[in-house]
């Protein structure tokens, strides 16, 4: 019914029966048209709008290239009308009103609103101005049909800003929006509620958003995202509460609120980059499972962000190719901040420097990991983000992955390819390995369309080199035969820069530009000869018959820029065509009156060349042409006349310029150099459309230079900085909370929180502190010993079990923490360190300990030395150990070992370990770390009291993963100064180390004063031989050679394996992998503790569980190659034992047994 | 972001605008006009074009364009994609993307474009929540919309966008539950004049076509997977999977959508299935050209060689070409000199060919540039570079779907040069 009733109803003017008649042709049209096979019905709505759509379409749609539409009033329109063709008479006296409009509008049934709506939407999509019916359709914002809502909106929108006040009647609608139970309704409400651009509602704007960012729906707090640079670009005085928002958005979990987050941050504040270290690795990991065009403005910021905080991975070679400035940036490490700040002030020490290896940033790498498989997306706009991303980013050597991937989308759309080929264009000159294998993919296809074959050209001169420009200039050849014009001229261009860039083949192109001087196309010929001229320019002597050949085509040539060319060269080179040259002249002379300007300006060049080389034939020549030249229209030449007159023919009055006519016009001219028009594009971010243009749109964010040194990455860290300060637990709980999620793996709270945990208890970590304040390994055996004295039997067994309990939790802790990233153990220590340090001024006995072992040293090294010839305490003692430990620091365990901790806690939980592998034998996968039954560490002097003019330097290996670089070998270090004055800028220089061996020196101990110790840890990678490593070790005043030696047995780690690994590992290292000794066993190492105490003391092995007890089984790793060593001992009668060891590397066993034998023998 | 968007037609009238936040009087599309002006072919705009305060970015597809107006810096692909996403789901819903489509449907894309754009950032692009936002117009809809005067507005709010697999709707059902999977290879190949391969790669793509009920999880395992050198995927490929295993696994859209594209780059795997046998030549001084062109089957592994389809741009001079076919027909267009030749299905036994004489413009000198000649061409039921799908495995639903697996070969940018 209600289409009768609109049929009947609506046709209200004359126009309508032309409008039938046409609507019914096109419904014909339609019809026949596959277009929309179902729209009758469509149509019949159709032709019901029509009569009123139509009306608009002519009134402005014929004059539509025209200017305004927007706001346009009813004149503008009137007048447009008038112009109108077609029927347009009709309307002249029609007055544009939408009464009709109005009173369905106005009418209680849903329908007839609807098709008034639906008409003025139609209005405005067409551009009309429909601003008259503002009131009308304002009331129907409450309407409660969803879909004339929708409508309504969408015209809100559009002329809200026209209409201020009648606008404001609709807000309280929206109000009510935001509180619906609905979350869509309440989305939909702030979305149109923040599109209104009226001045009036900004804060009612800003509470939304406020409210809508902690909205419990993602949906909605998306949408709030998306209303915060509406705000701004309205009112942006609300900067400062807008950040607040976005920050807290920011932090938010969701996928789908990360990419409008983002995109709202780089409206409002993209220089607010602090905003997002805390969330920089959650965004990371959300990247994958964001919507597509999030990925991409997310990428973008990343890349920015990234420049300003990591280092340049191609630190190393760019420095080679600067020849070696900034040495200071060398020295950032990223891994301690401590070190970094440190070294930074070494700068002096380049030559060290050179030989360090850049160690990129965790969260750098984090970065190129997790964008890397969205090379495979579809979207071509977030494969061109990461491309950009790893272009500007990754290290040299990995930037090549993006090829493929761009290659890809030239298969797209024309315009996408348009705009990958630019930057291609860019990448290709800084990189251009990386395309060399996909030279093929930018051949040209005759169907391309001129501007992609511009760009494809470039490319490939981009990409052309000695090995590939044979077939690039056979491809060319095909080129130069298109009908295209424009890309033939660009074609021979391109022949030109390879010609110039590739020295062998430059007289092949030559030769080849010039067989081009004879084609027919004339436009061929003058770029030809244009280029042929720049050629030239490089080696004139060599091509004189080229020059001959090219003076003959005067006669043909009509191109001015190339009749110029060739008279240019001609004069130029004019010594070299004595004979032709003023012939040349001879004829432009002739034909000077007839030239365009730029050819007359180098006739006039030419004869006054000349007139200086070969003044006795061409004097009259010369001053004919000056002569035409003085009354030529265009002052420019009348001009250059006059001044060469003056300048060349000598008169009484010449000045002294005359002299040196010659040297002004035959000076050696610079040959040009033809560069790629992309050359230095890349200091605007790839992608970008500042980078398309070639200059910097709106709003473009700089993309920062890498930093020297690199900032504090601790930033990123979720923890809250100043963590240490804050001592209440309600704001570290805070932080766990948030901790999780950030991490890769799940499940990792229970260990986050027992590290948390540890500060709080306050009861004195003794051994922590200890090792941390006095460093010496010898020391904090010391003060352990002491503690062992007071004991506690009784409660042996109940802390054993809790201690059990305890290792663990440790242990998940530890391969939880090795797997992740190292930062964040290092930032943990540096929190116990400067808790225990807190700690141990109330602790009084770790005060105590401290300052005896600093003060007797050299007793504390008799005693050291004792007990290393002590056979170690058998099985029972070190459970009294264990638990003396545990009682002290139940909760304060150490989780994470580090090569700042001293080795004695590890010496406690190794042993401990050792002997829990006794008692559970369990499938439980035990870190290698903690298992490392370490025992007594050795200790080595580096440096004599008596040599080191009162510095003492000892140094023992660690046995602790060597946090920044897992290939290296911890090497601990125990300063004490002996000396009266004090020590300053102790550090390491002057490295000598066999090919592949590498150190990471200890930060710079700025100052040690006099009586005092210190320790430090430094890093090397011995590659898995026993040279040693030697170099300085500096103070402020003296520089001591020393030289640091493994024993083979320090070159390896421990790993665990079960018997069964163990058994299946030891059959494949058979044969001459394997050897075997017999030997007798010391009297006091016949049980098997001792042995394991012995193996392990002599080389960083973990034992592995065995069923007999007549075998002892070990294994290891060896630090560089990881490869796998295990070692057996098994004991017969009498003491009487073999030893056997399994390893790859045959150099290591043989030592191996070398050591296990006098260890076990002694 | 993007501010507006300007539909032209490619007589230059403006016959759609929307805006996104304040409006852009459309007087900016003069610079547009006056670079469409300079440009010789259509397709030679620049997609980018710089206004002294704005930014114009478009594109050009089924002879219209979309005109896409930028304030500040954004990155020009991500506009790009965008317009593109629009055709497609323009193409999604109306069939075809023509100006009278649009004209009729005119507020289907007012709120299509509403519902896409916030602000000028893309919010719901996913065809499939689009559609249950916005339901596209059927032959029945319409009607029962005519006299009911609804509209296609989704009566009730979506949930796709909430839902943990955003691009599939929720509550799905079918009583015939079908997957059906495409796999469709293009050759896009060059071919010297003496019939060498200059360069030749294999794009492929896999179009789906998934009506399944519920939350199906489908894997798809391929015999030889190795063969894909370089794949993009639907984001609804679980990555990790297909790098860890070769496998596609995934929860599919409903409806149709392309699964991946992928492509096989090394030259000796790309087989060439015709060869053609050309010699067009010119003779200096004389106003005849000899034209003569012989097609024939080369690798097709025994299927039949279809819908073969020759065409030519032939030389400015070219006045007419008087041909002899001896299969399909041919048609030469004097004005812009493209011959056409529609050969149909090779046969092997008659080599098909078209010979004859060109007539040359009199006096005119012989136009030295050599036609290319490019060449569509079918081959059912097998894909070129051997690709095969093993298996479809189906979990997470109880019912037995319905699957089916279709290959097909065509020639892409396959170009001989002469």
Redesign the interface.
């Given at each position: 019914?209600?289409?009768m009733q609109k049929l009947l109803q609506l046709p209200v003017n004359a126009v309508n029966i032309v409008k039938t008649v046409q609507s019914q042709v096109q419904g014909q049209?339609?019809d026949k048209?596959?277009?929309?096979?179902?729209?009758?019905?469509?149509?019949?709505?159709?032709s019901a709008v029509q009569p009123d759509e139509l009306r608009h379409l002519r009134s402005g749609?014929s004059g539509?290239?025209?200017?305004?539409?927007?706001?346009g009033s009813e004149q503008e329109e009137r007048g447009l009308q008038e112009e109108g063709g077609g029927g347009g008479g009709i309307f002249h006296t029609q007055p544009l009103r939408h009464d009709d409009l109005k009173e369905m509008l106005d009418s209680n049934k849903?329908?007839?609103k609807?098709?008034a709506m639906?008409r003025i939407?139609?209005m405005?999509?067409?551009?009309k101005n429909a601003s008259d019916l503002f009131p009308a359709v304002v009331k129907n914002v409450a309407c409660k049909n969803?879909?004339v809502k929708?409508?309504v909106y969408?015209y809100l929108v559009?002329y809200a800003?026209e209409q201020q006040d009648l606008a404001l009647l609709s807000i309280s609608t929206f109000q009510r929006g935001l509180k619906d139970p609905?979350?869509?309704?309440r989305a939909s409400a702030l979305?149109v509620l923040?599109?209104i651009?009226v001045t009036i509602i900004v804060p009612i704007m800003m509470l939304a958003i406020k409210e809508a960012a902690s909205d419990m729906?993602?949906?909605v707090r998306k949408?709030a995202a998306?209303?915060i640079?509406?705000l701004y670009?309205l009112d942006p005085e609300q900067k400062d509460q807008l950040i607040e928002v976005i920050e807290k958005l920011l932090a938010d979990k969701t996928t789908l609120v990360a990419g409008?987050v983002v995109?709202a941050f780089e409206e409002v504040c993209p220089e607010r980059i602090d905003l997002i270290h805390k969330n920089y690795r959650k965004l990371c990991n959300l990247l994958?499972d964001v919507?597509?065009?999030g990925q991409?403005v997310i990428i973008?910021m990343l890349t920015r962000y990234a420049r300003t905080q990591f280092l340049n991975p191609n630190i190393n070679e760019s420095l080679l190719e600067e020849g070696g400035g900034g040495d200071k940036t060398f020295y950032c490490s990223d891994e301690d901040e401590d070190e970094d700040e440190e070294k930074e002030k070494q700068a002096e020490v380049s030559a060290l420097a050179k030989r360090k290896p850049y160690v990129m940033d965790p969260d750098h790498r984090l970065l190129l990991r997790n964008t890397k498989?969205l090379l495979?997306?579809?979207?071509?706009?977030v494969?061109?983000?990461v491309a950009q991303l790893y272009f500007h980013l990754a290290p040299k050597a990995e930037v090549g992955v993006i090829a493929?991937?761009l290659?890809?989308l030239l298969?797209s759309?024309?315009?996408?390819q348009?705009?990958?080929l630019q930057n291609v264009a860019t990448m290709t000159i800084k990189r251009r390995g990386m395309f060399e294998p996909y030279l093929?993919?930018f051949?040209i296809?005759?169907?391309d369309?001129?501007?992609i074959k511009i760009l494809k050209l470039e490319v490939l001169t981009n990409l052309a080199n000695e090995t590939n420009i044979s077939t690039i200039l056979r491809?060319f050849q095909?080129y130069i035969?298109?009908?295209d014009k424009d890309f033939v001229a660009a074609t021979i261009q391109a022949i030109g820069r390879c010609a110039t860039n590739i020295g062998e083949v430059r007289d092949t192109c030559l030769n080849g530009l010039v067989q081009l001087l004879s084609?027919?196309?004339e436009l061929v010929v003058a770029e030809s000869v244009v280029v042929i001229k720049k050629l030239l320019q490089m080696q004139p002597e060599k091509h004189s018959d080229i020059i001959k050949h090219m003076a003959k085509l005067t006669d043909n040539i009509q191109v001015p820029m190339a009749r110029a060319s060739i008279l240019w060269l001609i004069g130029e080179y004019c010594e070299h065509v004595p004979k032709i040259a003023p012939d040349v002249l001879r004829k432009m002379a002739k034909s000077f009156t007839n030239e365009e300007d730029i050819v007359k300006l180098q006739i006039i060049n030419l004869a006054a060349k000349l007139y200086l080389t070969n003044s006795k034939q061409t004097k009259l020549l010369t001053q004919y042409v000056l002569n035409l030249a003085k009354y030529d229209q265009n002052y420019d030449i009348r001009d250059r006349a006059r001044f060469i007159r003056q300048l060349i023919v000598p008169t009484e009055k010449s000045g002294a310029l005359s002299k040196y006519a010659k040297k002004l016009f035959l000076a050696l001219k610079p040959a040009p150099v033809l560069e790629s028009p992309f050359k230095d594009r890349d200091h605007f971010q790839l992608?970008?459309?500042?980078h398309?243009?070639n200059?910097k749109?709106?709003?473009?964010?700089e993309l920062p230079d890498w930093p020297e040194s690199a900032p504090d990455p601790s930033v990123r860290n979720v923890e809250v900085p100043e963590w240490t300060k804050c001592s209440s637990r309600e704001k570290r709980k805070e932080k766990k909370v948030e901790k999780p999620f950030y991490s890769d793996s799940e499940g990792e709270s229970g260990p986050t929180e027992s590290a948390d945990s540890e500060p709080d208890t306050g009861s004195g970590s003794e051994s922590v502190s200890v090792s941390v304040e006095s460093g010496s390994p010898s020391d904090s055996e010391e003060s352990e010993e002491s503690s062992e004295s007071d004991e506690d039997e009784e409660e042996e067994e109940k802390e054993k079990k809790k201690k059990k309990k305890e290792i663990k939790q440790m242990q998940a802790s530890e391969s939880e923490q090795s797997s992740e990233d190292d930062r964040k153990r290092d930032r943990k220590i540096k929190e116990q360190k400067s808790n225990s340090e807190s700690e141990s001024d109330e602790d009084s006995e770790s005060e105590s300990s401290q300052s005896e072992s600093s003060d007797t040293e050299s007793e504390v090294e008799v005693k050291k030395k004792k007990k290393v010839s002590e056979p170690k305490p058998p099985s029972k003692p070190l459970k009294k150990e264990k638990k003396e430990m545990s009682l002290l620091d139940l909760d304060d365990f150490e989780p994470t070992p580090s090569p700042q901790v001293t080795p004695v806690n590890t010496f406690l939980s190794n042993s401990l370990v050792t002997d829990l592998e006794g008692l559970s034998l369990s499938d439980s996968v035990l870190s290698p770390a903690t298992i490392a039954p370490s025992s007594a560490l050795k200790n080595y002097e580096l440096l004599h009291r008596i040599t080191g003019e009162g510095l003492s330097v000892e140094y023992c290996f660690s046995r602790q993963a060597f946090s920044p670089d897992a290939n290296m070998v911890a090497v601990q270090m125990h300063f004490t100064n002996n000396a009266t004055s004090d020590t300053k800028n102790l550090h390491i220089e002057d490295v000598k180390l066999q090919s592949g061996m590498r150190v990471k020196e200890f930060a710079e101990i700025e100052l040690l004063p006099a009586g005092e110790a210190t320790t430090a840890v430094m890093g090397v990678d011995f590659c898995d031989s026993t040279q040693a490593a030697n170099f300085q070790l500096c103070t402020h005043t003296r520089k001591f050679f020393v030289s640091i030696q493994p024993p083979v047995g320090e070159l390896m780690r421990p790993v665990f394996l079960t018997e069964n690994e163990f058994k299946k590992e030891q059959s494949q290292l058979m044969g001459m992998n394997e050897i075997s000794e017999n030997l007798t066993l010391d009297a006091k190492c016949r049980n098997e503790h001792a042995i394991v105490q012995r193996v392990t003391t002599a080389a960083n092995l973990s034992r592995v569980p065995c069923g007999s007890d007549k075998e002892c089984r070990f294994a290891g790793k060896t630090v560089t190659s990881g490869s796998l060593v295990l070692a057996t001992v098994a004991t017969k009668d009498e003491g009487a034992a073999q030893l056997t060891v399994n390893c790859e590397k045959m150099v290591i066993g043989t030592m191996l047994v070398k050591d296990l034998l006098l260890a076990l023998t002694q | 972001?993007i501010h507006s968007l300007f539909l032209v037609n490619a007589s230059?009238?403006?016959?759609?605008?929307?805006?996104w936040?304040?409006?852009?009087?459309?007087?900016v599309c003069?610079y547009f006009?006056e670079a469409q002006e300079r440009a010789?072919?259509p397709?030679?705009v620049?997609?980018?074009i710089?206004t002294p305060h704005h930014?114009l970015i478009?594109?050009?597809?089924h002879r219209i364009y979309f005109v896409a107006v930028?304030?500040?810096?954004?990155?020009?692909?991500?506009v790009?994609?965008?317009l593109?996403r629009v055709v497609d789901t323009f193409q999604d819903y109306?069939?075809?993307c023509?100006e009278?489509?649009i004209k009729?449907?005119?507020?289907v894309?007012?709120?299509l474009l509403?519902e896409m754009l916030?602000?000028g950032?893309?919010?719901a692009?996913e065809s499939n929540i689009l559609k249950e936002l916005i339901k596209p117009?059927?032959?029945?809809?319409?009607?029962?919309?005519?006299?009911?005067?609804?509209?296609n507005?989704g009566?009730q709010?979506?949930t796709g966008?909430?839902s943990v697999v955003?691009w599939r709707r929720t509550g799905v059902k079918y009583t015939n539950n079908e997957a059906y999977f495409d796999v469709v290879e293009e050759i896009?190949a060059?071919i010297?004049k003496s019939g060498s391969t200059?360069?030749a790669?294999i794009?492929g793509v896999i179009d789906a076509c998934v009506k399944l009920t519920g939350m199906p999880d489908l894997t798809l395992s391929f015999m030889n997977p190795r063969l894909l050198?370089?794949?993009?995927?639907?984001?609804c490929v679980r990555?990790k999977r297909w790098?860890a295993e070769r496998i596609l696994s995934f929860i599919p859209p409903d409806g149709n959508f392309?699964l991946l594209?992928y492509?096989v780059s090394s030259q000796n795997l790309v087989a060439i299935p015709v060869y053609v046998k050309h010699n067009i030549t010119f003779r200096e001084g004389s106003s005849q050209g000899r034209f003569d062109l012989t097609l024939g089957p080369k690798q097709t592994m025994g299927k039949a060689v279809e819908a073969v389809l020759v065409s030519s741009?032939l030389?400015?001079g070219v006045l007419n070409a008087n041909l002899n076919p001896s299969q399909g027909t041919y048609t030469f267009d004097p004005v812009t000199k493209l011959l056409t030749w529609d050969v149909g299905k090779i046969n092997p036994q008659k080599l098909p060919s078209l010979k004859g004489t060109m007539s040359l413009q009199a006096g005119a000198?012989k136009p030295?540039?050599?036609p290319?000649i490019?060449i569509q061409l079918k081959i059912q039921q097998m894909a070129i570079s051997g690709l095969k799908v093993n298996r479809l495995d189906m979990y997470g639903e109880k019912y037995k779907p319905f699957k089916g697996i279709k290959y097909m070969t065509k020639a892409g940018?396959f170009?001989v040069?002469t």
């Open positions: 019914m209600t289409t049209e339609e048209s596959p277009v929309l096979t179902p729209d009758n019905a469509q149509q019949a709505w159709y749609g539509g290239g025209g200017g305004g539409s927007g706001g849903d329908a007839l609807l098709e639906k939407v139609a405005i999509a067409r551009g969803i879909e929708k409508l969408v559009r800003e609905n979350q869509l309704i979305r923040s599109s651009r729906s993602p949906y949408t998306h209303a640079p509406k670009s409008s995109m994958i919507e597509e065009w991409v973008n498989p495979q997306s579809r979207n071509a706009a494969v061109m983000a493929k991937a290659v890809r298969r759309h024309s315009e996408v348009f705009v990958v093929k993919s051949y296809r005759s169907t369309p001129t501007q491809e095909t035969k298109s009908m084609n027919r196309d992608g970008s459309l500042s398309l243009l200059a749109a709106g709003g473009y964010q | 972001m230059g009238d403006i016959f759609l605008e929307k805006h936040k304040s409006v852009v009087s459309r007087s003069d006009f010789t072919e397709e030679n620049p997609p980018v710089s930014y478009s594109v050009l597809r930028i304030q500040s810096e954004v990155p020009p692909l991500f790009i994609e965008f593109h109306f069939g075809v023509t009278a489509a009729d449907n005119v507020v894309v007012y709120e509403e916030d602000n950032f893309p919010l692009t117009p059927t032959i029945l809809r319409t009607m029962v919309n005519t006299i009911t005067g609804s509209t507005v009566e709010l979506p966008q909430l955003p896009d060059i010297d200059i360069t790669e794009q050198d370089d794949v993009s995927f639907h984001p990555f790098e392309r594209s492509h741009q030389p400015r000198s030295d540039e050599n290319t490019n940018k170009q040069r």
